[in-house]
């Protein structure tokens, strides 16, 4: 009797500590990406990407080393809030030094190999400018 409640007790333990750590947030993926993306690494920022901006990265990619663009010293970002509506998501997020609050739109989609739709970074040519600073807007 003791095994069958501990069994039991050790059940219900390991769904609440899944249930806990297991976030449906988009901060984790935003964060990854943006991180990846300004150090220029686009091998790591397509794992956190759409097909689209997959293929997006691959132009900026080509245009970094056709440019011999150097990887600068890349600000700290922090997440601020977030949006869900749906399978859509808006991500606010400020660079450090950077008083104003910049957005990026995320997507669940369904990944080859994943059971559930996971979180992905949606990016249009429109929304990357790169200047002197690293600008993320959506329309």
Avoid at 7 to 28: H, I, K, Q, W
Avoid at 61 to 89: C, F, M, V, Y
């Amino acid at each position: 009797m003791n095994f069958n409640l501990l069994t039991r007790n050790l059940f219900f333990l390991s769904f609440f500590l899944f249930a806990c750590t297991s976030s449906d947030s988009p901060r984790p993926v935003a964060k990854e990406f943006l991180e990846a993306f300004q150090k220029h690494d686009f091998e790591e920022a397509k794992k956190y990407s759409t097909k689209e901006t997959v293929k997006l990265l691959q132009v900026l990619e080509r245009i970094s080393k056709e440019n011999n663009e150097p990887t600068a010293e890349t600000p700290s970002i922090e997440i601020t809030s977030e949006e869900i509506a749906g399978d859509k998501a808006t991500v606010y997020f400020k660079e450090a030094g950077n008083p104003s609050e910049q957005k990026l739109m995320l997507k669940k989609v369904k990944v080859t190999g994943e059971k559930a739709k996971q979180w992905r970074v949606v990016l249009t040519k429109e929304d990357a400018r790169f200047g002197n600073e690293m600008e993320l807007q959506a329309n």
